[in-house]
């Protein structure tokens, strides 16, 4: 009995060492295995931030330039292409919405914009049509911005409490209510808001382009230029991960 027990107790120590054993090298292998699995996530989205940024400074140069020509402020031109397609050319939404800017088929012809994914052409027909959507809502942005979502005339009908019939027979705002013209659509509210944020964030920065600020003793073109540059300088000027 004695000779058993002693037996049995050995087999436990080894046992028990040999666990030991296993679970030291065990414990380095995991701990391997979770560091290149976290550095390799981290090179993934290393890799799709740069992807942005590289899209974004892409189209940065026709944003100033469009910006420029229709008074807008290049920040909210920059929010609206983030927020539409994240800076993609050959952006196409399930409703048949297309290009960085996400024109609709109608809205596309009635700005003469005969290709969508053209980025310089997009662009600008989408800094016209801001322009002429702060002209028709008396320079409010969020109604504008509302606008280029779900379409003026739904803004105007939540602005004024008439509804709207579309061509396909549906109607907008049948209840005939007043909601100071943003539409009370979570998408729409959502899409506002976020475009807001983002160039509130802006602001806050160190970006200071200001093209409505021109220096007396300088050109247009000349201050122009120096603002140009530093926007360029900046072209990570807004946090890509809000």
Known sequence: MVALAF?????????????????????????????LVVNAASLAQGTRDRSLEARAQQLEPFIIDSARRYSI???????LCFVESRFKIEALSPKGARGPMQFMPDTAVRYGLNNPHD???????????????????????DLALAAYNSGEGTVESFLTGRPLMLRTGKVINARGLVTDGIPPYEETRNYVNSILRITSGAQRTSL???PSLVARKRSP??????QKNKFIEHSSFIDLDQ
Request: charged share 30%; net charge positive.
């Open 73 to 79: 402020d290049p920040r909210i031109l920059w929010s």
């Open 208 to 210: 200071r382009f200001q």
């Open 7 to 35: 037996q049995l107790t050995c087999h436990e120590v080894v046992c028990g060492l040999l666990r030991a054993r296993r679970m030291r090298v065990k414990k380095p292998l995991c701990s391997i295995i979770f560091v």
């Open 221 to 226: 073109e000349k201050v122009f230029r120096e």
């Open 119 to 141: 980025p310089k052409a997009a662009i600008d027909a989408a800094a016209r049509y801001l322009r002429d959507l702060l002209e028709r809502f008396g320079g409010r942005m």
